[in-house]
């Protein structure tokens, strides 16, 4: 059952088309992972669901709903969370005052939100070092406490704009762990990421964009066998035998 | 005995060193500002001095709830100015008194606050900051040329004095300058009060993201622009509140007293070299500012136009140097203190709690 659709999604600045015609469907639990190469539309995309950029066609359905055009605050009060490529820590608090505002969205009371952010630490194993403020953390951290902050929202899809930017292949194991917890746990999860190691193990099905349309939408092995994905973003690399 | 088992529960706390020594500090210089009026009972110059310290200390508090959302006013005054023309008038014209008049000076600064904080609290950047000194300025070039608003008296920029009532707490007049003591004591105890509760509630969490991160915030559920125009009127309101104590204290007005850009600038300077998104540090910076500030009149009052070029370049040194004001220093030099000496024997973990930079 899809989550969210998006339909025929046009985005201009100027004379750039950042992001023409597009369809996509996420199903609900999936994880779908979105790749393509830089200026391919990806974040763009994110921005016009999450509420960034306000589509200059098309709609967005969010379970059901059409969220087209809705403020930011509005996209995450319907449920969906999201992440920003450059992270965006509040950087003279610690880690649990972090993530407790994103648990006042679904909280009545202070307790309430705080409840809500140690679960999200706890699934993102941040629970040891919540007095921690903003401003000291490693970039694991921060790319952890973004996530912990929109899941502690009670966000039912999260956009998560390159997750594993900046970690070393172990971080990135790691993060991919914690991505697979927070998907058992039931929640969608949409990714644009570059590692391609990570998303081929990650996501249950890839779009691949290309100058802002989609070029290809298949599983990984679809995706990462078809000679227009070699060309255009994967190289020879990644080819799938067999 | 109820009393009894109450203090000493309370000094078992504080031997046991449960209580935070910050509001140890704060408790033994209230203690200490409660005995002043009596200490310097034959000196009312100090006295008047301390009144002001807290008047402009109570504005500044007021002002940096703007700065809690992470905006900078630069018109204040103007919010100051109608609370103080509104009582003013209204007792001395209408002959309400000023304990009803308050009332519709704050509702009067709020309205200011909506004329100006809507259109401009949508907007990112520094369009909020320009629309508040562009009102300011706006409101005294009104009250400096109108003589008259319909049919109310505005002096067209002359001195206007309240009519003296002598001892009538009725009219909020006294002849010592005690009661007004305690209640600039109360009202700035009161809002530094308010501001701490505020930063620890949900609207203060919100405003500390807002001020973090305005995208970030958004992303969490948070209206940006609702909470900063609620910062924004709140802080209206209470500089109403301020403005009509102002009024009866002085008990005469004008537009330089009370209005003039030079007022709003004030404002800001004690809040910046405070700390403009601090609770305690506006306050702070008026036991700072205002000693500064009479000691240059007093100094230099055959220059007068040397006070703004010292403002100014005090103003410009903390922007360089200490941009979050002396509340930073002197929250860590509480917390080194509290380490070291007040509770040593603390785990880590405390010490990292006190830490947050929050207050």
């Known amino acids: 059952m899809a989550i969210l659709e998006v339909n025929n999604l046009v985005k201009r600045f100027g004379g750039l088309v950042a992001v023409h015609d597009l369809d996509m469907t996420v199903n609900e639990g999936e994880t779908l992972g979105l790749i393509g190469p830089n200026g391919a539309g990806k974040t763009t995309l994110f921005n016009m669901v999450a509420g960034y950029y306000r589509p200059d066609k098309g709609q967005v359905i969010f379970q059901d709903h059409d969220i087209t055009g809705l403020k930011p605050y509005e996209v995450c009060r319907r449920g969906i969370g999201r992440t920003f490529q450059t992270t965006k820590p509040f950087l003279d608090i610690s880690i649990l005052e972090n993530v407790v505002i994103g648990g006042f969205m679904q909280a009545h009371s202070t307790a309430e939100a705080r409840r809500a952010a140690q679960d999200a630490l706890d699934i993102l194993e941040l629970s040891d070092r919540v007095e921690t403020l903003g401003s000291e ?9 973004e996530i912990a902050r929109a899941l502690a929202t009670g966000a039912k899809l999260l956009l998560l704009d390159e997750p594993m930017a900046g970690l070393t292949p172990s971080e990135k194991g790691h993060a991919s762990e914690l991505l697979r917890k927070i998907s058992g746990q039931g929640i969608t999860l949409v990714i644009v990421e570059h590692d391609m190691k990570v998303v081929m193990t990650l996501c249950s099905r890839i779009i691949l964009m290309d100058r802002g349309e989609k070029l290809l939408e298949g599983s990984p092995k679809e995706v990462s066998s078809d000679p227009r994905a070699i060309t255009a973003y994967l190289g020879e690399e990644y080819t799938v035998s067999g | 005995m109820k009393q009894n088992r109450g203090i000493e529960a309370l000094g078992e706390r504080l031997r046991t060193r449960q209580i935070p020594l910050g509001w140890v500090i704060i408790a033994v210089v209230l203690i200490l500002l409660i005995i002043v009026p009596f200490a310097w009972k034959d000196n009312s110059y100090y006295v008047h001095i301390v009144i002001t310290i807290f008047i402009w200390g109570y504005m500044a508090t007021a002002w940096g709830l703007v700065g809690q959302s992470g905006q900078l006013s630069f018109g204040h005054a103007a919010f100051m100015g109608i609370g103080a023309y509104t009582t003013g008038i209204l007792y001395s014209q209408f002959g309400v008194t000023p304990w009803l008049g308050v009332f519709v000076a704050i509702g009067l600064a709020t309205l200011g606050g909506v004329i100006i904080g809507i259109p401009t609290l949508r907007l990112r950047g520094v369009y909020f900051a320009l629309a508040t ?79 973090g991160d305005q995208d970030a915030a958004e992303s969490l559920g948070i209206d940006a622009a609702k909470y900063r125009l609620r910062a924004f009127l709140i802080s209206c309101a209470l500089t109403g509140l301020g403005g009509a104590f102002f009024m009866q204290y002085f008990r005469f007005f004008s537009p330089q007293k009370v209005l003039d850009v030079s007022q709003s600038i004030q404002i800001a300077l004690i809040g910046i070299v405070g700390g403009w998104q601090s609770v305690f540090g506006p306050m702070i910076g008026g036991f700072i500012i205002v000693p500064v500030a009479e000691l240059l009149r007093l100094n230099l009052g055959a220059f007068p136009a040397m006070s703004p070029i010292i403002y100014g370049i005090i103003l410009m040194l903390f922007i360089l140097f200490m941009p979050n004001g002396v509340n930073e220093p002197f929250m860590r030099g509480l917390n080194w203190l509290e380490r070291k000496y007040w509770r040593p024997s603390q785990n880590a973990n405390n010490e990292n709690n006190e830490k947050v930079g929050r207050q």
């Open chain 1, 137 to 145: 953390l490693t970039v694991p951290d921060r790319k952890r406490l």
């Open chain 2, 133 to 211: 000194f562009a009102f300011g300025f706006i409101i005294l070039m009104i009250v400096k040329n109108a003589t008259y608003i319909g049919p109310v008296y505005i002096g067209g920029g002359a001195f206007l004095t309240l009519p003296r009532a002598g001892q009538a707490p009725a009219v909020f007049q006294f002849e010592s300058k005690t009661p007004y003591y305690f209640m600039a004591l109360a009202m700035l105890a009161g809002i530094v009060y308010l501001s701490h509760w505020f930063n620890r509630s949900r609207m203060g969490f919100y405003w500390t993201a807002i001020r």
